[in-house]
């Protein structure tokens, strides 16, 4: 019995020192770890364009600086003749077993927006957020206008920022994305491209002149 109650009782110190000193390969991958600029396709046509993005934050305003991997997408899209945004935002709670072995557990926000550096959002012009088919995913669409001036900054500066809640907490989480990080090297080395924004404009270009 003492040796099961002293077993108990080191792997609980073992456990508070992990979380008291969060694991050096998921401290390197911290921020953007890749975005790229995909074309959206239905039946063989040209009907959107988005960053396509991979990250990992440390969440502050409710588990304590524990590490989120979040995933998901910035788009522009054609809807049945008009124009609309959309924001996918996948999150996944990471922990570490005493192995060192990363388990991944889904944790859908229930609202998510972007925000501009004026700390403008366009949560205004939301006009519809369900959940994804991706376990931990929200799926929301955005009237065009107020995001419009967002993606115009990130076109230029190649940032933006994501914010979005967990289990339907007031407080948010802003999650800064580097869009030019086309990789992260297992180092923390990020590779950067221009080509990422490059392409995403002249996707833009190709909808609009199409939809024209």
Same mark, same amino acid.
């Given at each position: 019995?003492?040796?099961?109650?002293?077993?108990?009782?080191?792997?609980?110190?073992?456990?508070?020192?992990?979380?008291?000193?969060?694991?050096?390969?998921?401290?390197?991958?911290?921020?953007?770890?890749?975005?790229?600029?995909?074309?959206?396709?239905?039946?063989?046509?040209?009907?959107?364009?988005?960053?396509?993005?991979?990250?990992?934050?440390?969440?502050?305003?409710?588990?304590?600086?524990?590490?989120?991997?979040?995933?998901?997408?910035?788009?522009?899209?054609?809807?049945?003749?008009?124009?609309?945004?959309?924001?996918?935002?996948?999150?996944?709670?990471?922990?570490?077993?005493?192995?060192?072995?990363?388990?991944?557990?889904?944790?859908?926000?229930?609202?998510?927006?972007?925000? !501009? %550096? /004026?700390?403008?959002?366009? $949560?205004?012009?939301? *006009?519809?957020? +369900?959940?994804?088919?991706?376990?931990?995913?929200?799926?929301?669409?955005?009237?065009?206008?107020?995001?419009?001036?967002?993606?115009?900054?990130?076109?230029?500066?190649?940032?933006?920022?994501?914010?979005?809640?967990?289990?339907?907490? !007031? %407080? /948010?989480?802003?999650?800064? $994305?580097?869009?030019? *990080?086309?990789? +992260?090297?297992?180092?923390?080395?990020?590779?950067?491209?221009?080509?990422?924004?490059?392409?995403?404009?002249?996707?833009?270009?190709?909808?609009?002149?199409?939809?024209?």
């Amino acid at each position: 019995m003492k040796a099961l109650v002293l077993g108990i009782a080191v792997a609980s110190i073992a456990m508070a020192a992990r979380a008291d000193q969060p694991d050096p390969a998921l401290v390197a991958m911290l921020g953007t770890i890749q975005v790229s600029s995909q074309p959206y396709m239905v039946e063989g046509k040209l009907s959107g364009c988005q960053y396509v993005y991979a990250a990992l934050v440390q969440d502050w305003v409710y588990r304590k600086g524990q590490f989120l991997k979040v995933d998901g997408s910035i788009a522009f899209m054609d809807m049945g003749g008009s124009f609309g945004t959309t924001l996918k935002v996948v999150v996944n709670e990471v922990t570490v077993s005493l192995d060192g072995t990363f388990k991944f557990t889904p944790a859908p926000p229930s609202r998510a927006y972007l925000i !501009g %550096s /004026d700390y403008s959002t366009n $949560l205004d012009g939301l *006009v519809q957020a +369900t959940p994804s088919d991706t376990p931990g995913a929200l799926f929301s669409i955005f009237r065009p206008e107020s995001t419009l001036n967002i993606l115009k900054e990130a076109a230029e500066t190649n940032k933006t920022m994501v914010a979005f809640n967990r289990a339907s907490g !007031g %407080s /948010d989480i802003l999650m800064p $994305l580097e869009l030019d *990080v086309s990789d +992260t090297l297992p180092n923390g080395q990020k590779v950067r491209s221009s080509e990422t924004g490059l392409n995403f404009a002249k996707c833009i270009q190709a909808l609009l002149k199409d939809k024209g």
